[in-house]
Each structure stands twice: as structure tokens, then as C-alpha cells.
């Protein structure tokens, strides 16, 4: 089965820029999007179809996808960034999350 | 207003069934595609299966295939989880989401209810 593989936590200055990996086989062949989670929150869907904005997310998260790697990048991060980020992609008519990364902004 | 509004969590003991129901208001439910994730407390997502606008497909994560059934009744705005043979590892706050696709690979979610808990325990 596919999967995606997410490092454990990041951490980040306020105001500097995060990047968030998400790896996979050939992932660059697949769209990959990214949800953030806070504690107690539902996922919030961040980035889509590799790096489109929903409606209402800021414009200081962006996404890319190449090759093996997919990556989430927030810049001039702030505190209300804190939270868990989670990439997904669609393979054989099955979901697969990654396991999920920590950002710690401190 | 897009609402997706899960219940039917409850605690349960080993070897038990559970309905759980999410109602959709705010959008045609009839022509998204839906989805099941689960959350185990602590940990990360969890896909659990999806249905197809008109219910003839359905798909199951191996950890709960032949166990869970996904369903849905259009007129109600209603999608549906009948889990049987319950286990501890069950456990889980379970979210109903709306699926976008696009293209051949591209699927997302793009809105999710509050969750409902089901715990599995003795």
C-alpha cells in the first residue's frame, strides 16, 4: 500500500519560514493537499491540487510537489500557525494520510 | 453554509455495532462524493472509507474492511457508518468530510464536521 511519510515536528521563529515535507513514491505524479489541525479542532483544509488556496487561507502558505517530495511552506509565520499539518493523496481508490507533523513556533 | 454534522458516538463494549450518521446541509449532497477519516486519541488521521454520488461504489481501509459498511440516503442528506465487530483500536473521534476530485489523482476534503467519539471498551 502507499505511503506518505511526514517528519514527527517542526519548529519555527515567528516571522521566519516553514517548510513542511512530505514524502512518498513518486509523488510528484499525484496531487498532494494539506490539512491543519489544532488541538481540539476539526482539519482545515490549507493547500489542494499541490499549491491552491481555499478560500479564506492566507496567502503565506503555498505548497509544491516534485519528484518524491511535496512541502508545505508558511512564510513569515506567526503564532496562530502553531498546529498539525497533515499531507494527503489519492492512490488505488484509497486515501493515505501521511502521519503527520508538529509545528512548534517559538 | 456548508454544515456536516456527525452523532451516534457513544462507548461500547468489544464485539459491538454502532451507526454513526453525519447530515449535510448548505450544498447538493447528492452530487459530492463523501468520505470517513477517524482520529485515535493522540494520534494522526485515518482514512476509513467513501462512497460515490450515487452509492454504487464504496471503498474500505483494509483495518476495517468486512467490518464497517459506508452508506448513504440522499433524501435525508444523510451518510451513514455501520460498524460491527468492534474493537479497542477502534477507538476514535470519527469525521465526515466532502470530497472534491479532480482529474485522475487529485482528491481533497475540502469541508469537515465536528467529529463524533466512539470509544471501544469493556
Known amino acids: 500500500s502507499y505511503e506518505l511519510t511526514q517528519a514527527p515536528s517542526v519548529s519555527v521563529s515567528p516571522g521566519q519560514t516553514a517548510s513542511i515535507t512530505c514524502s512518498g513514491n513518486r509523488l510528484g505524479s499525484k496531487y498532494v493537499c494539506w490539512y491543519q489541525q489544532k488541538p481540539g479542532q476539526s482539519p482545515v483544509l490549507v493547500i489542494y491540487e499541490d499549491k491552491m488556496r481555499p478560500s479564506g487561507i492566507p496567502e503565506r502558505f503555498s505548497g509544491s510537489n516534485s519528484g518524491n517530495t511535496a512541502t508545505l511552506t508558511i512564510s513569515g509565520t506567526q503564532a496562530l500557525d502553531e498546529a498539525d499539518y497533515f499531507c494527503q493523496a489519492w492512490d488505488s481508490n484509497t486515501v493515505v494520510f501521511g502521519g503527520g507533523t508538529k509545528l512548534t513556533v517559538l | 453554509e456548508v454544515q456536516l454534522v456527525e452523532s451516534g458516538g457513544v462507548l461500547v463494549q468489544p464485539g459491538g455495532s454502532l451507526r454513526l450518521s453525519c447530515v449535510a446541509s448548505?450544498?447538493?449532497?447528492?452530487?459530492?462524493?463523501m468520505n470517513w477519516v477517524r482520529q485515535a486519541p493522540g494520534k494522526g488521521l485515518e482514512w476509513v472509507a467513501n462512497i460515490k454520488q450515487d452509492g454504487s461504489q464504496t471503498y474500505y481501509a483494509d483495518s476495517v474492511k468486512g467490518r464497517f459498511t459506508i452508506s448513504r440516503d440522499d433524501a435525508k442528506n444523510a451518510l451513514n457508518l455501520q460498524m460491527n465487530s468492534l474493537r479497542a483500536e477502534d477507538t476514535a473521534v470519527y469525521f465526515c468530510a466532502r470530497v472534491i476530485r479532480s482529474g485522475n489523482t487529485g482528491y481533497h476534503l475540502d469541508y469537515w464536521g465536528q467529529g463524533t467519539l466512539v470509544t471501544v471498551s469493556s
Open positions: 448548505g450544498f447538493t449532497f447528492s452530487t459530492y462524493w
